[in-house]
């Protein structure tokens, strides 16, 4: 009897361990897996690109307090180049605050001098960005959606993502964006 | 062969004299009305750092919707016996300041288009209208003498450039463009 529900386990496992692989073809065609940034790579070395995509069913809101909010959903980091073809799953957890948007940080200054230095909002905009990330490694798959042995490297400390980061802010942005319908540099705190 | 000769030694002197001509010292530098010292995370507080020759600012003619400026930047290595002079002109791209990407962002908003504030960074990071030339170059020793040192014109280059936005390097044409003008280029309408 213990022999029958473990092979019945078995057989259950099996069948859904593929089930949460993903596939190339499902980032490309799946509407829930939107393309958020892209990299030609014309290299020498290793020519192709890389391609990220957010699932965006799988964000939840972990904080809702404006102007604070935060974040969690899983992206994809697609290699298709000449020496790879892999498929990354990560989860990434951001922290926003609106407090430091950019159309804050431009309403603000506005209203605080008549005549607005841009060089302090160049500054405001540098010293800090409103968004702070930490990611974590899922998975790493052929473009098949096998799985592939994969080496964990997990920090769980959260650090500023600054906006000179585009592949990050880009993913950031997205998950603000598919929940909240704008962009979080351009919400306003006043 | 002789002439040849002769004419190499007038090409080197033409390069070596300019900056010959403006030789400083450690102590020269440290005179706050001569020179201002450009503030950057990478002193070390001891002396070290960027000078600007207050006295060498100066706006030249340019084309049609660009400023351009020369100045002459000092940089001091007092622990490595070290000034190295650089002379430089900087273009102003004058439609691609901040405040009129800005202010075109607003107008166009206004207008319906909901092209996001990210945008102007990004538009900014790809060209922030500033483009540097070093010019002509000088090396001397902390009392000022001429200093006979091959220096690689890409090293000279890295010194101050490129002027991209969001680098420290972008502060300096910002500041030569205030003192030329009484205005930071990024206030520029």
């Known amino acids: ?190 | 062969m002789k002439r040849i000769y002769l004419l190499s030694l007038w090409l080197l002197m033409c390069l070596i004299v300019p900056m010959q001509g403006q030789a400083v010292s450690q102590a020269d530098l440290l005179n706050s009305e001569r020179f201002e010292h450009i503030d950057s995370s990478a002193d070390s507080g001891r002396g070290d750092g960027k000078y600007l020759d207050l006295s060498s600012v100066k706006s030249v003619t340019a084309p049609n919707g660009h400023r351009r400026i020369e100045a002459n930047i000092y940089v001091s290595m007092p622990a490595a016996n070290m000034i190295q002079g650089l002379s430089v002109q900087y273009d102003y791209q004058m439609d691609r300041s901040l405040r009129h990407l800005i202010n075109a962002h607003d107008k166009s908003f206004k207008q319906g288009d909901k092209t996001p504030y990210i945008s102007i960074w990004r538009a900014k990071q790809g060209n922030s209208g500033i483009t540097g030339t070093v010019n002509d170059s000088g090396t001397f020793y902390n009392d000022g003498q001429m200093r006979q040192q091959r220096v690689y014109k890409e090293n000279l280059n890295a010194i101050i450039l490129p002027a991209d936005f969001g680098d420290e390097k972008y502060k300096l044409p910002n500041l030569l463009y205030q003192k030329a003008y009484g205005i930071a280029y990024d206030d520029e309408t």
């Open chain 1, 1 to 190: 009897m213990v022999q029958r529900i473990l092979m019945l386990a078995l057989v259950l496992l099996a069948f859904t361990m593929p089930t949460e692989a993903i596939t190339y073809q499902e980032l490309k065609t799946s509407p829930q897996f939107k393309l958020v940034h892209t990299r030609s790579m014309n290299g020498p070395m290793e020519s192709g690109g890389l391609y990220i995509y957010l699932n965006t069913y799988s964000i939840e809101a972990l904080r809702y307090a404006p102007p604070q909010y935060s974040l969690r959903g899983t992206y994809y980091v697609v290699m298709d180049t000449s020496y790879q073809s892999t498929i990354d799953e990560r989860q990434l957890t951001v922290d926003y605050d609106t407090n430091y948007s950019l159309a804050t940080l431009i309403h603000s200054s506005r209203i605080m001098n008549p005549s607005p230095s841009m060089m302090a909002l160049i500054e405001a905009s540098e010293s800090k960005s409103g968004l702070a990330m930490t990611e974590v490694d899922v998975a790493k798959y052929t473009f098949d959606g096998a799985t592939k042995p994969m080496h964990y490297v997990n920090d769980t400390r959260k650090f500023p993502l600054n906006r000179n980061n585009t592949i990050m802010y880009d993913i950031a942005d997205a998950m603000f964006m598919s929940v909240y319908q704008n962009h979080f540099d351009d919400i306003v705190v006043q």
